[in-house]
């Protein structure tokens, strides 16, 4: 197998495999010290590091056509790790804290990284499937592993039973394009279309199947129910790691499966795409307004913003998916270093209401501060990384002739600003009732300075990022040839 | 197989398809759920099958032999989580979920 030289081009999977097993057995001998998640960020970075010098550049489909070498691939996978890194980082003293297997934790931490980068790497269903199921069998187990408390053993037993029944739907949608195609493969499903309009109607079940059962990946509306309550009842790190890896995996395997496998049904499923879009962001920040927990506001957020990404996918040009990709990078810097100052203030006040956030300002003014600056980039107000994702994102679909759409999404930014600034507005203007400063631990502290600084820099050099986003293709050169 | 058309598995499946479906939402165990959820897994690896022998290739098999394998690993987890919950709760909910099984 090795001869062609392809196992090196999965290195950084094997890597992060490999560096799960050995947290496992440190977890094993070593219960109580933090030195699996100091492992796990070693592995993380090892892998990148293979990522970068080994990988980056190269364009090759391994394997009878399973796996999915390219500068997209690639892309994902460095997104996928900067977020696993940081949600390292705002584990170490929550794993700590609370007792959890670190070993076990961190493992099924990066299996899920893995069972990503599979999901995004690949033009084939079969290894999609895999990977998705990597990912959703891994975050099934993290987000369960409160195992005391009844509300994370809940959210488990929820997102186990809402996810198998999506994945129940997509498979079922996958058999479906395989009927007619003969094959697994995106670049046959996409012939077999093209010489045969007969076929069409099969192939739109076979779809509507596939973006439902993505559509609770991503939390879409009306596929979303789960996402609050799991969001709200996982342990904390959990939360921030599917709230943006997992969706922005799904985004990205729907994106090649939309746009390689099924071009010829563009018109179907844009359309379908642009009334998920419209409910999403609209039901998301109107939810949001009424919460009064903070993760439980995020998780509405969360909902909102996956409308808005999703606009790209309803748009569906180039310069839409270089948008989304560069919204999905910003929205993971924003999202994860939000959960970091959640989770420390969550140190004191476990109940996480918003009114716990009162007076931050003055018990912790940098985590206040890059709580602000993440809440403005939700927000989408410039300098900031959500500014310019919108910017283009709205820039794409007016450019399709969807005015109205960036009209709808423009409105709905100013809907959300009530229950953001709500938050900032809490920080700093009122009075908290224990004025102690908050103590803060490194892990949490780095994790907030990397969020600030990812955002800020996505938000101050833009066109450096969207020249690098607009590099890679979604559909490989050698495929549009083909036709 | 000879004798049957394709159609009838189609069916079949169609059928399994939605019995899980309907178990899924009708039901309120989540142990019954689980089997639902099973039910709509299966219905997929026959339309593999189907398909694979139509077409005879291999491809279709692999699939559905991995929709067996990630199925008991997701019905691993699943239980696990069930006898979690059970534990945390009192006897009473144990045995209600228990009368249900039967």
């Given at each position: 197998m090795p001869v062609d030289g392809s196992l090196g081009l999965i290195l950084p999977e094997i890597v992060l495999a490999a560096a799960g097993m050995v947290v496992l057995a440190a977890g094993l001998t070593w219960r109580q010290s933090r030195l699996p998640g100091v492992l796990a960020i070693l592995g993380i970075a090892a892998s990148a590091a293979v990522l970068v010098n080994r990988v980056w550049g190269q364009t090759a489909e391994i394997w009878s056509g399973t796996v999915m070498v390219d500068g997209y691939a690639n892309l994902f996978k460095a997104i996928f790790l900067a977020v696993a890194a940081m949600t390292v980082l705002v584990s170490?003293?929550?794993?700590?804290?609370?007792?959890?297997?670190?070993?076990?934790?961190?493992?099924?931490?990066?299996?899920?990284t893995v069972g990503m980068m599979f999901m995004t790497g690949s033009l084939n269903l079969l290894t999609i499937y895999l990977g998705l199921e990597c990912?959703?069998?891994?975050?099934?187990?993290?987000?369960?592993?409160?195992?005391?408390?009844?509300?994370?053993?809940?959210?488990?037993?929820?997102?186990?039973?809402?996810?198998?029944?999506?994945?129940?739907?997509?498979?079922?949608?996958?058999?479906?394009?395989?009927?007619?195609?003969?094959?697994?493969?995106?670049?046959?499903?996409?012939?077999?279309?093209?010489?045969?309009?007969?076929?069409?109607?099969?192939?739109?079940?076979?779809?509507?199947?596939?973006?439902?059962?993505?559509?609770?990946?991503?939390?879409?509306?009306?596929?979303?129910?789960?996402?609050?309550?799991?969001?709200?009842?996982?342990?904390?790190?959990?939360?921030?790691?599917?709230?943006?890896a997992s969706e922005a995996a799904a985004f990205g395997a729907a994106l090649r499966i939309f746009l390689v496998g099924l071009p010829a049904l563009a018109d179907e499923w844009r359309t379908v795409f642009i009334v998920l879009a419209v409910i999403s962001m609209t039901v998301g920040n109107i939810t949001a307004i009424l919460q009064t927990n903070m993760r439980r506001m995020l998780a509405y957020s969360a909902v909102a913003q996956a409308g808005y990404i999703?606009?790209?996918?309803?748009?569906?040009?180039?310069?839409?998916?270089?948008?989304?990709?560069?919204?999905?990078?910003?929205?993971?810097?924003?999202?994860?270093?939000?959960?970091?100052?959640?989770?420390?203030?969550?140190?004191?006040?476990?109940?996480?209401?918003?009114?716990?956030?009162?007076?931050?300002?003055?018990?912790?003014?940098?985590?206040?501060?890059?709580?602000?600056?993440?809440?403005?980039?939700l927000i989408g107000i410039p300098p900031t990384a959500g500014f310019f994702g919108k910017f283009y994102l709205i820039q794409a679909a007016v450019g399709a002739d969807l005015t109205w759409l960036a009209v709808v999404m423009m409105i709905n930014s100013i809907i959300s600003i009530p229950y953001y600034w709500g938050v900032v507005r809490t920080m700093y203007l009122r009075e908290a009732d224990d004025k102690a400063p908050l103590p803060a631990p490194a892990g949490l502290r780095w994790a907030a300075v990397i969020g600030v600084l990812g955002t800020l820099a996505l938000g101050l050099f833009p066109d450096t990022f969207v020249q690098i986003v607009s590099a890679v293709q979604v559909v490989p050169a050698w495929i549009s040839m083909a036709f | 197989m000879p004798g049957m058309p394709i159609h009838?598995?189609?069916?079949?499946?169609?059928?399994?398809?939605?019995?899980?479906?309907?178990?899924?939402?009708?039901?309120?165990?989540?142990?019954?759920?689980?089997?639902?959820?099973?039910?709509?897994?299966?219905?997929?690896?026959?339309?593999?099958?189907?398909?694979?022998?139509?077409?005879?290739?291999?491809?279709?098999?692999?699939?559905?032999?991995?929709?067996?394998?990630?199925?008991?690993?997701?019905?691993?987890?699943?239980?696990?989580?069930?006898?979690?919950?059970?534990?945390?709760?009192?006897?009473?909910?144990?045995?209600?979920?228990?009368a249900l099984r039967g």
């Amino acid at each position: 197998m090795p001869v062609d030289g392809s196992l090196g081009l999965i290195l950084p999977e094997i890597v992060l495999a490999a560096a799960g097993m050995v947290v496992l057995a440190a977890g094993l001998t070593w219960r109580q010290s933090r030195l699996p998640g100091v492992l796990a960020i070693l592995g993380i970075a090892a892998s990148a590091a293979v990522l970068v010098n080994r990988v980056w550049g190269q364009t090759a489909e391994i394997w009878s056509g399973t796996v999915m070498v390219d500068g997209y691939a690639n892309l994902f996978k460095a997104i996928f790790l900067a977020v696993a890194a940081m949600t390292v980082l705002v584990s170490l003293d929550y794993v700590h804290r609370n007792r959890l297997p670190a070993g076990e934790f961190y493992l099924l931490l990066l299996l899920a990284t893995v069972g990503m980068m599979f999901m995004t790497g690949s033009l084939n269903l079969l290894t999609i499937y895999l990977g998705l199921e990597c990912l959703s069998l891994a975050s099934y187990s993290l987000s369960g592993m409160l195992r005391k408390s009844p509300r994370s053993t809940e959210a488990a037993l929820k997102y186990i039973l809402i996810g198998a029944v999506s994945s129940g739907i997509v498979l079922f949608g996958m058999s479906l394009l395989f009927g007619v195609a003969g094959s697994t493969h995106l670049r046959d499903i996409a012939q077999a279309l093209a010489h045969n309009g007969s076929l069409a109607p099969v192939l739109v079940a076979g779809m509507m199947f596939l973006i439902a059962g993505l559509g609770v990946k991503m939390a879409a509306v009306p596929f979303h129910m789960w996402a609050p309550d799991v969001y709200h009842g996982s342990p904390a790190p959990v939360a921030a790691f599917l709230i943006t890896a997992s969706e922005a995996a799904a985004f990205g395997a729907a994106l090649r499966i939309f746009l390689v496998g099924l071009p010829a049904l563009a018109d179907e499923w844009r359309t379908v795409f642009i009334v998920l879009a419209v409910i999403s962001m609209t039901v998301g920040n109107i939810t949001a307004i009424l919460q009064t927990n903070m993760r439980r506001m995020l998780a509405y957020s969360a909902v909102a913003q996956a409308g808005y990404i999703m606009v790209g996918l309803a748009v569906a040009s180039d310069r839409a998916v270089s948008a989304m990709l560069y919204y999905l990078m910003g929205y993971a810097f924003m999202t994860i270093g939000a959960f970091a100052v959640v989770i420390l203030l969550g140190r004191q006040h476990p109940s996480e209401e918003i009114s716990d956030f009162k007076g931050l300002g003055q018990r912790a003014p940098f985590f206040a501060l890059a709580l602000t600056i993440f809440l403005l980039s939700l927000i989408g107000i410039p300098p900031t990384a959500g500014f310019f994702g919108k910017f283009y994102l709205i820039q794409a679909a007016v450019g399709a002739d969807l005015t109205w759409l960036a009209v709808v999404m423009m409105i709905n930014s100013i809907i959300s600003i009530p229950y953001y600034w709500g938050v900032v507005r809490t920080m700093y203007l009122r009075e908290a009732d224990d004025k102690a400063p908050l103590p803060a631990p490194a892990g949490l502290r780095w994790a907030a300075v990397i969020g600030v600084l990812g955002t800020l820099a996505l938000g101050l050099f833009p066109d450096t990022f969207v020249q690098i986003v607009s590099a890679v293709q979604v559909v490989p050169a050698w495929i549009s040839m083909a036709f | 197989m000879p004798g049957m058309p394709i159609h009838g598995y189609l069916v079949l499946s169609a059928i399994l398809f939605v019995i899980g479906l309907a178990g899924v939402l009708v039901r309120r165990s989540p142990l019954v759920m689980l089997m639902s959820i099973e039910l709509m897994w299966g219905a997929a690896a026959l339309l593999f099958l189907t398909f694979a022998r139509q077409w005879g290739t291999m491809a279709g098999h692999v699939f559905s032999f991995l929709i067996i394998v990630v199925g008991a690993a997701e019905a691993a987890i699943g239980l696990a989580l069930i006898v979690l919950i059970f534990r945390t709760r009192d006897a009473a909910d144990v045995d209600d979920v228990r009368a249900l099984r039967g």
